[in-house]
């Protein structure tokens, strides 16, 4: 293991303490009962006085990973009402730098050039996930971009007609290309992102969103990882 790659897991332990612990309000002591780590070395980790070691790092992420999963987090942080949910508290570091790991993680082995996602409210899940894989981000907008050829889709979304569009050139023939939404109603709009990709040639090789409604049951060519249910 390169030394930078280790230095990343240690990085990810930190960043998931932190994260964790703020987003749930945690103590040094809940935190010490599930790590087993005294909790004076916890608050070290936590301010940066200290770093793990790649071992201990990694069992922190997996440990803090299996007793609060991301989908008992959100269930925690999000408000569901009878017609609206609202996402306000998902709009913050904590949970981006959280998301992007635990997408890291699961789809280590899959190949990604570009990330993908539609404006507006998906961008900053997509933004941390580009940052993390290291590759491009690319927005598919409701309006052309002038002066250049653009690739479209239209699909019509509730009583109306909803129109992506995506400048040729910002997706190639040999791009591996990864969609991130936020939350799925009925997957027109992962589908729509997916037949842009196909527009220029490239492949979609994964996909994920944070939520997506019961009822959904679209299905892809690509794997969809969905963390909560609602």
């Known amino acids: 293991m390169e030394?930078?790659?280790?230095?990343?897991?240690?990085m990810d332990g930190v960043y998931v303490l932190r994260s964790v612990k703020r987003l749930l309000g945690l103590t040094y002591k809940e935190l010490s009962a599930v790590l087993g780590i005294p909790e004076s070395v916890l608050s070290r980790y936590n301010t940066g006085d200290m770093m793990p070691s790649v071992e201990t790092a990694e069992e922190i992420i997996t440990r803090l990973f299996r007793e609060y999963p991301l989908d008992?987090?959100?269930?925690?942080i999000i408000k569901i009402y009878e017609t609206y949910v609202d996402l306000t508290n998902i709009y913050t570091p904590d949970l981006w730098t959280l998301y992007s790991i635990?997408?890291?993680?699961?789809?280590?082995?899959?190949?990604?050039?570009?990330?993908?996602?539609?404006?507006?409210?998906?961008?900053?899940?997509?933004?941390?996930?580009?940052?993390?894989f290291g590759v491009p981000l690319v927005i598919a907008k409701?309006?052309?971009?002038?002066?250049?050829?653009?690739?479209e889709v239209s699909y019509?979304?509730?009583?109306?007609?909803?129109?992506?569009?995506?400048?040729?050139?910002?997706l190639?023939?040999?791009?591996?290309?990864?969609?991130?939404?936020?939350?799925?109603r009925t997957g027109k709009t992962i589908k729509a992102l997916a037949e842009l990709a196909a527009m220029a040639g490239s492949r979609v090789t994964a996909g994920a969103a944070l939520m997506a409604f019961r009822d959904f049951?679209?299905?892809f060519e690509f794997p969809l990882d969905i963390v909560l249910y609602i």
């Open 3 to 10: 030394r930078l790659d280790r230095v990343r897991i240690q």
């Open 72 to 76: 008992k987090i959100l269930s925690k």
């Open 102 to 132: 635990y997408i890291s993680r699961k789809f280590n082995n899959v190949r990604v050039t570009k990330v993908l996602t539609a404006a507006v409210d998906g961008i900053p899940l997509a933004v941390a996930v580009a940052y993390r």
């Open 142 to 151: 409701q309006y052309k971009e002038p002066g250049v050829k653009n690739l």
């Open 156 to 170: 019509i979304k509730g009583n109306r007609v909803v129109s992506l569009y995506v400048a040729q050139g910002l």
């Open 172 to 184: 190639g023939e040999d791009d591996a290309i990864f969609i991130i939404d936020d939350i799925v």
């Open 217 to 219: 049951n679209e299905r």
